[in-house]
Nanobody, 126 residues
Framework: QVQLVESGGGLVQEGGSLRLSCAAS????????MGWFRQTPGKERVFVAV????????AYADSVKGRFTISRDNAKNMVYLQMNSLKPEDTAVYFC???????????????????WGQGTQVTVSS
């Protein structure tokens, strides 16, 4: 089973940038798609970005397309989320997860992902 630890969050002004990291342990990391989700108080986790096991297929939520970039380094067991042009509405706790199930093409429900880390807080001030 993969264990995940997110880091890199913090407080940033609107228009700023942050790079989130997700460190993974476990032998199956390099064979699994990985995703980033975010959650605000009282709401469910929502999809942000996903990357296939080899990095060849990537998808983003419309709300972050063109501003966020997901990447991975299988040699280091790491997944990253580069976040640029941050907006106050990007404020949330960000989680990475392992995609263990496949509900269908072009949909990325939370239920398809497992092994969530503790999350990292991102706060964007206006």
């Amino acid at each position: 089973q993969v264990q995940l630890v997110e880091s890199g969050g913090g407080l940033v002004q609107e228009g700023g940038s942050l790079r989130l990291s997700c460190a993974a342990s476990g032998r199956t990391f390099s064979t699994r798609a990985m995703g980033w989700f975010r959650q605000t108080p009282g709401k469910e986790r929502v999809f942000v970005a996903v990357i296939s096991w080899d990095g060849s297929r990537i998808a983003y939520a419309d709300s972050v397309k063109g501003r966020f970039t997901i990447s991975r380094d299988n040699a280091k067991n790491m997944v990253y989320l580069q976040m640029n042009s941050l907006k106050p509405e990007d404020t949330a706790v960000y989680f990475c997860g392992v995609r263990e199930y496949y509900s269908g093409s072009y949909i990325y429900p939370e239920r398809d992902f497992r092994s969530w880390g503790q999350g990292t807080q991102v706060t964007v001030s206006s």
